[in-house]
């Protein structure tokens, strides 16, 4: 089980909201803590694998269920 540091919600905003909002929250978390971002824009799957990409957060899990995808990312 994936231990949850910081959860937000970003259900109905749209890219790049998300990915800005993910980066706020990731700065107030501890290095190797795990961040969990729930949204309901279809783009953030692809979003999300590229900032991971781009800045080194290790994204340990998406899935999605429904209209909502749930995006884990661990902090570096």
Same mark, same amino acid.
Request: charged share 30%; net charge neutral; glycine share 6%.
């Given at each position: 089980?994936?231990?949850? *540091?910081?959860?937000?919600? %970003? ?5 790049? #909201?998300?990915? #800005? $909002? +993910?980066?706020? +929250? ?6 190797? /803590?795990? #961040?969990? @971002? @729930? ?8 979003? &999300? /694998? +590229? &900032? +991971?990409? /781009?800045?080194? *957060?290790?994204? @340990?899990? /998406? %899935?999605?269920?429904?209209?909502? &995808? @749930? *995006?884990?990312? $661990?902090?570096?």
């Amino acid at each position: 089980m994936l231990e949850i *540091h910081k959860e937000i919600d %970003t259900r109905g905003l749209n890219c790049p #909201l998300p990915i #800005l $909002k +993910a980066k706020k +929250a990731l700065a107030e978390i501890e290095s190797g /803590q795990v #961040l969990k @971002v @729930v949204a309901t824009d279809p783009g953030s799957v692809r979003d &999300f /694998q +590229a &900032f +991971a990409r /781009q800045t080194g *957060h290790e994204l @340990v899990e /998406q %899935t999605s269920s429904g209209d909502e &995808f @749930v *995006h884990c990312l $661990k902090k570096r």
